[in-house]
């Protein structure tokens, strides 16, 4: 958790981004930006499932990185 709980939001409403972190990755648009009551900053990440449809993830800072693959729509 970052030490620095009043820093901006790195990442923005309509950013892709990618969940970087863990045992899988997924490339998200970020739906919300919001602070925890500790000050922690938490993003809402809009995932499109590959069936169809899409859900919602909730992540810290440390896990998304911005998309960085080529020619996405």
Known sequence: MPTNQTAEPRFAV???VEKCSGDYRVFGEVRGVFRLRSG???YAVE????G?????HIYSESNLIFDTRRGRA
């Open 47 to 50: 995932i499109e499932a590959e």
């Open 40 to 42: 922690a900053v938490r």
């Open 14 to 16: 309509g950013d892709r």
């Open 52 to 56: 169809g449809g899409s859900f919602v």
